[in-house]
């Protein structure tokens, strides 16, 4: 039993290891743009990659950002900056029309997250280490790419009730999980159509994540927000 418990936890410590050299060899093959004389580059080759201040392209939005507090999973103030956040410019056209069509029925999009710089993702990961959740560092993630967007709905001044907040990492936060009031799932199906009808898609695991396409062309960023607010 002694040998047989032996090479269970050899074989267990061998997998991780493996596992963890193949998640720096692909991190390592990851492009990551961290110089903004870069980031420039790219943009006046291609406009659409330009990363704009989601409010002032979408003035109707409210932002709860909560990376720039310490009031979100890790405990921590993970941003420097908490006044602004940015999408790609297809990104940023795309949640200006849904924001419209919210308005013209009297809701109101609150923002948890947009961009979110390759280096948090990866602190993230250490701690979570778990890609339902958190982005696999090794592939980057669309909020690396400035393509996702974590929300929710405001009606007078007051959350529409999702059946949890943000960040939960519970299945009752995944879009499937249907032990909920009608009153909330109709919530969640009504944020999660009106995205999609924009472009963009969900994610089974977070009800309030969104992501816009990437057809290759947009790069993960660690780029500082006041460098980007330039």
């Not at 907040?165 to 009608?182: C, I, M, Q, V, Y």
């Amino acid at each position: 039993m002694q040998v047989l418990q032996f090479n269970i936890k050899y074989f267990f410590f061998l997998f991780w290891g493996l596992f963890a050299l193949l998640q720096q060899t692909l991190a390592q093959d990851l492009k990551v743009i961290s110089r903004y004389g870069d980031y420039k580059d790219s943009v006046q080759n291609d406009s659409l990659q330009k990363m704009v201040e989601i409010k002032h392209f979408v003035p109707s939005v409210a932002y709860d950002l909560r990376y720039a507090t310490k009031e979100n999973f890790t405990g921590e103030k993970l941003y420097k900056s908490g006044g602004k956040t940015f999408l790609r410019l297809p990104a940023a056209e795309a949640l200006c029309k849904a924001a419209r069509e919210f308005a013209g029925i009297g809701y109101t999009i609150k923002i948890w997250d947009a961009y979110r710089p390759y280096s948090v993702t990866k602190k993230m990961w250490e701690l979570i280490y778990d890609d339902r959740y958190v982005a696999d560092p090794s592939k980057g993630s669309g909020h690396n790419r400035g393509l996702a967007v974590d929300l929710t709905l405001m009606k007078d001044g007051k959350e529409l009730d999702m059946g949890t907040g943000f960040d939960n990492f519970t299945d009752t936060a995944h879009r499937d999980f249907s032990k909920l009031p009608e009153s909330v799932l109709k919530n969640r199906l009504f944020l999660q159509t009106t995205m999609e009808k924009y472009g963009f898609k969900g994610l089974s695991t977070e009800w309030w994540h969104f992501a816009f396409p990437n057809d290759g062309r947009y790069g993960v960023l660690n780029i500082d927000f006041k460098k980007l607010a330039h």
